[in-house]
């Protein structure tokens, strides 16, 4: 073990065991349940107005915990309620009037009504709660909407003016007395931290989580390399894998070591009451620059090219290599004065030169960091990690324009007064960037994994095509249709984010995702996005489900039936269409479409069926009837017209033939129910030789027979029964007409059967001394001509 190695070992023992230290031993008993009652007063308690941002914030998490209780009450009472209505069931109704029952039941009956009827109130009046809560949420977001519009549009002195600097001045006093205090708190909270009885826990707290933050990250950034070099394969997943492992670690273990610094100091009594909320603050911004740190250093890797993300060359990556840095403490240094002026209650005049001081400098870090940028156009890496000129997309440029006309509107509106705007938009601009540096990561590592996994040059997707029998074009394609629900799905909270503001928490992130993934009404459709992952999933899950069942019914269970081929083929070809109606069935149903709007779809369908899907229709039915009346199955051997062919395949809309030239005829199904076809082996799968032989009139027809009977006795592939006969047809133009029939298993060995008959037959014809009949219209051979002697004229010479 290396002193690395054990130095990480001790950091974290020593965390593990200052955590478990912290802990207290003896944790809260859980608070008893609410009843309906308590939960309105508590609601009613809520304001209905409220004038600052941060208000809003806070009614909404109270209005949020509410919600939450209320859904746990309704959940704990609804089993209950069911099992009462079990329980009335089971007692029946009451009798009739005039008729008599055990008291004992009665008596039941009306208690367990009794308990029946106060539960079903307790849980209507909580669903009406819920509704309650969710209107007044609604209300505070639509309060918290107009505060905003009405602090952007609210116009300010303008910088350039004297009416800025002399509120400035005006209010300074003021603003330094109340900065004065926080101080003096501060300064308190550190003299109670150099107490003797402090001084060790304190300083061990702050040390161990400097440890850990710094050194802790280090040690684990060169642990993870070393880690996924060792066992994960080389590729882009493993690129991709580790940024997202070194951002989470170096955020976890910064958030670790900071609460837990600020949990000690606080057991210690550090802490005053406006230190605690500047404390905390300090945290979540000592979280915020992990956050960016971690992501930048993970995308730059200055110093491992192999491990980069972005094409950039080296020389780039060690130029922006302070650039995360730069980026994360600017962002908290303007992150920090809202914060001191949110916890002083600062002045208006404080406000608003905060808000300039916000406007320029993230303006300008976004210039600085433009113009580290510029190295970019001139050289790109490529895969193999060559350098060469790079073009950049238009989409860059037109992106590089628009930052830039935001940078002078910001400017212009810092100018103009309008400093809450012109802050907002700076603000913004800074965490789009981040955003989007993250979920550039977040994309890379989708599309890596559906690679990686579900593509077929993956040893994952191997093994799909050998188990399931899938073809490589299939599992690409699904390896790209499943990569693109991936990133469309983070496109989606990746646009949830950027409309949040700078600084926005994770857990804020998915509660925005979460209402609007609740439903999106466009018109009178209602678009809920956790319906449509719903049905891809069944859809996908269907899908793999049907195609495992066919495969089992074709390879195992099928052959053991004694039914053949062609009809094991129409049985697998309907299940397969029945399957799929009922995997479309149910992923229509996962997405909340009824069955009254499949009934309205299938009547538009036959409106345009009517029209222009008539021929697409009639094939499909055909197709339909060919797999049920099976008047022409997989393997018949047809002559449809001028084609004739092997049936290979019954299709949806068309049937595949094999010709005799082994190219494939696709021929409609609606023309085998509307045209004449000859099925070669619907009832009988024998093939039969037909044979005609002229002979001349001397011929022993007798010792002919023989032969021609000897030559089919010795084929191994005519069979013996029906048995092979030769008849003598007639005499035609002076000649014997022997007529041969022979039969074989199938028609299509009737031609390659018929070939080597004749050659046998020839031969045994000759070595019989039984000569054929000349053709009519071709001369007799005879001797050759022998050459003249007599010399001719000179032909000159000759030409090519």
């Known amino acids: 073990m290396t002193w690395t190695q054990r130095l990480a070992t001790v950091l974290l023992a020593v965390a593990l065991s200052s955590a478990a230290f912290a802990q207290d031993n003896n944790p809260p008993a859980p608070e008893p349940e609410r009843n309906v009652a308590e939960l309105?007063?508590?609601?009613?308690?809520?304001?209905?107005?409220?004038?600052?941002?941060?208000?809003?914030?806070?009614?909404?998490?109270?209005?949020?915990?509410?919600?939450?209780?209320?859904?746990?009450?309704?959940?704990?009472?609804?089993?209950?309620?069911?099992?009462?209505?079990?329980?009335?069931?089971?007692?029946?109704?009451?009798?009739?009037?005039?008729?008599?029952?055990?008291?004992?039941?009665?008596?039941?009956?009306?208690?367990?009504?009794?308990?029946?009827?106060?539960?079903?109130?307790?849980?209507?009046?909580?669903?009406?709660?819920?509704?309650?809560?969710?209107?007044?949420?609604?209300?505070?977001?639509?309060?918290r909407r107009a505060l905003f519009e009405a602090q952007l549009t609210e116009r300010a002195?303008?910088?350039?003016?004297?009416?800025?600097?002399?509120?400035?001045?005006?209010?300074?006093?003021?603003d330094t007395q109340r900065i004065r205090a926080l101080a003096s708190e501060l300064k308190t909270s550190v003299a109670v931290a150099r107490q003797p009885a402090h001084r060790t826990a304190v300083l061990g707290a702050l040390v161990v989580a400097l440890l850990v933050a710094l050194l802790g990250n280090?040690?684990?950034?060169?642990?993870?390399?070393?880690?996924?070099?060792?066992?994960?394969?080389?590729?882009?997943?493993?690129?991709?894998?580790?940024?997202?492992?070194?951002v989470a670690t170096n955020v976890l273990l910064v958030a670790a070591a900071a609460h837990w610094a600020f949990y000690v100091l606080d057991q210690h009594g550090v802490w005053g009451p406006q230190a605690r909320k500047a404390m905390l603050a300090v945290v979540q911004s000592l979280i915020f620059i992990a956050f960016v740190v971690g992501l930048g250093r993970a995308l730059l890797s200055a110093g491992r090219p192999s491990w980069r993300l972005p094409p950039m060359s080296e020389a780039v990556a060690v130029r922006l290599a302070p650039m995360p840095w730069l980026v994360a403490l600017v962002a908290a240094l303007v992150w920090a004065p809202a914060q001191i002026n949110a916890l002083v209650d600062a002045s208006f005049a404080a406000v608003v030169a905060?808000?300039?001081?916000?406007?320029?400098?993230?303006?300008?870090?976004?210039?600085?960091?433009?113009?580290?940028?510029?190295?970019?156009?001139?050289?790109?890496?490529?895969?193999?990690?060559?350098?060469?000129?790079a073009e950049r997309p238009m989409w860059v440029g037109i992106?590089?324009?628009?930052?830039?006309?935001?940078?002078?509107?910001?400017?212009?509106?810092?100018?103009?007064?309008?400093?809450?705007?012109?802050?907002?938009?700076?603000?913004?601009?800074?965490?789009?960037?981040?955003?989007?540096?993250?979920?550039?990561?977040?994309?890379?590592?989708?599309?890596?994994?559906?690679?990686?996994?579900?593509?077929?040059?993956s040893a994952f997707g191997q093994r799909l095509e050998r188990s399931f029998g899938l073809a490589s074009t299939t599992l690409d394609q699904s390896a790209v249709v499943l990569s693109g629900v991936a990133r469309t799905a983070l496109f989606f909270?990746?646009?949830?984010?950027?409309?949040?503001?700078?600084?926005?928490?994770?857990?804020?992130?998915?509660?925005?995702?979460?209402?609007?993934?609740?439903?999106?009404?466009?018109?009178?459709?209602?678009?809920?996005?956790?319906?449509?992952?719903?049905?891809?999933?069944?859809?996908?899950?269907?899908?793999?489900?049907?195609?495992?069942?066919?495969?089992?019914?074709?390879?195992?269970?099928?052959?053991?039936?004694?039914?053949?081929?062609?009809?094991?083929?129409?049985?697998?070809?309907?299940?397969?269409?029945?399957?799929?109606?009922?995997?479309?069935?149910?992923?229509?149903?996962?997405?909340?479409?009824?069955?009254?709007?499949?009934?309205?779809?299938?009547?538009?369908?036959?409106v345009g069926i009517g029209f222009g899907l008539q021929a697409i229709v009639q094939n499909f039915i055909s197709g339909l009837i060919l797999l049920a009346e099976r008047p022409v199955k997989v393997g018949d051997w047809v002559v449809l017209g001028t084609a004739e062919g092997d049936v290979k395949r019954i299709n949806v809309r068309a049937t595949e033939i094999q010709l005799g030239d082994r190219s494939t005829l696709?021929?409609?199904?609606?023309?085998?129910?509307?045209?004449?076809?000859?099925?070669?082996?619907?009832?009988?799968?024998?093939?039969?030789?037909?044979?005609?032989?002229?002979?001349?009139?001397?011929?022993?027809?007798?010792?002919?027979?023989?032969?021609?009977?000897?030559?089919?006795?010795?084929?191994?592939?005519?069979?013996?029964?029906?048995?092979?006969?030769?008849?003598?047809?007639?005499?035609?133009?002076?000649?014997?007409?022997?007529?041969?029939?022979?039969?074989?298993?199938?028609?299509?060995?009737?031609?390659?059967?018929r070939s080597d008959l004749l050659f046998t037959i020839l031969d045994g014809l000759n070595?019989?001394?039984?000569?054929?009949?000349?053709?009519?219209?071709?001369p007799m051979p005879g001797p050759a001509p022998e050459p003249s002697t007599v010399p001719g004229p000179d032909p000159g010479p000759r030409t090519a």
Not at 121 to 130: C, E, G, M, Q, S
Not at 425 to 432: D, R
Not at 449 to 454: N, S
């Open 218 to 246: 280090r040690l684990a950034e060169h642990g993870l390399a070393r880690l996924a070099a060792r066992f994960l394969p080389a590729g882009r997943l493993r690129r991709s894998l580790l940024v997202i492992a070194i």
């Open 493 to 606: 909270y990746m646009m949830v984010a950027l409309i949040t503001p700078l600084g926005t928490s994770p857990a804020e992130v998915f509660q925005r995702s979460g209402k609007v993934s609740s439903g999106l009404k466009i018109g009178e459709f209602q678009v809920v996005p956790g319906a449509i992952v719903s049905a891809i999933v069944v859809l996908l899950a269907g899908f793999v489900l049907l195609r495992v069942f066919k495969r089992w019914l074709e390879n195992s269970y099928l052959p053991e039936t004694a039914l053949e081929p062609g009809m094991r083929s129409s049985i697998t070809t309907l299940l397969g269409y029945v399957g799929t109606i009922l995997v479309v069935a149910f992923a229509m149903s996962a997405l909340g479409i009824g069955v009254n709007r499949i009934a309205w779809v299938a009547s538009a369908l036959s």
């Open 666 to 753: 696709i021929v409609p199904n609606s023309e085998f129910i509307t045209k004449t076809v000859r099925n070669m082996t619907l009832a009988n799968a024998e093939g039969r030789v037909l044979i005609r032989l002229p002979m001349p009139l001397t011929t022993d027809a007798h010792r002919a027979r023989d032969v021609m009977l000897a030559a089919c006795g010795d084929h191994a592939k005519v069979l013996p029964s029906p048995e092979p006969s030769v008849m003598l047809d007639g005499i035609e133009s002076g000649f014997l007409i022997f007529q041969l029939i022979a039969y074989v298993q199938s028609p299509r060995l009737a031609g390659g059967v």
């Open 354 to 389: 905060t808000h300039v001081l916000t406007a320029l400098s993230l303006t300008a870090l976004t210039g600085i960091v433009l113009q580290r940028l510029r190295p970019l156009r001139a050289e790109a890496v490529t895969e193999d990690g060559t350098e060469k000129p």
């Open 157 to 174: 002195a303008s910088p350039l003016g004297a009416e800025f600097w002399s509120d400035l001045r005006v209010a300074w006093s003021d």
């Open 40 to 143: 309105r007063a508590q609601l009613d308690k809520i304001p209905a107005t409220v004038k600052t941002n941060a208000g809003v914030r806070s009614l909404l998490a109270q209005i949020n915990d509410i919600g939450a209780e209320v859904d746990k009450f309704v959940a704990s009472r609804s089993g209950q309620l069911a099992d009462l209505n079990a329980r009335l069931g089971e007692l029946g109704n009451p009798p009739a009037a005039g008729a008599t029952e055990d008291p004992d039941i009665t008596r039941q009956r009306a208690t367990l009504t009794r308990q029946r009827n106060a539960l079903d109130a307790d849980v209507r009046l909580a669903k009406l709660l819920t509704i309650d809560a969710q209107q007044r949420g609604s209300d505070l977001l639509s309060q």
């Open 767 to 778: 070595s019989a001394q039984l000569p054929l009949a000349a053709y009519a219209a071709a």
């Open 399 to 457: 992106l590089l324009a628009c930052v830039a006309v935001l940078m002078v509107a910001i400017w212009v509106l810092v100018a103009a007064g309008y400093v809450a705007m012109a802050s907002f938009l700076a603000s913004q601009l800074t965490w789009s960037g981040i955003v989007a540096a993250a979920f550039y990561v977040l994309f890379k590592f989708v599309d890596d994994v559906f690679m990686a996994t579900v593509s077929s040059k």
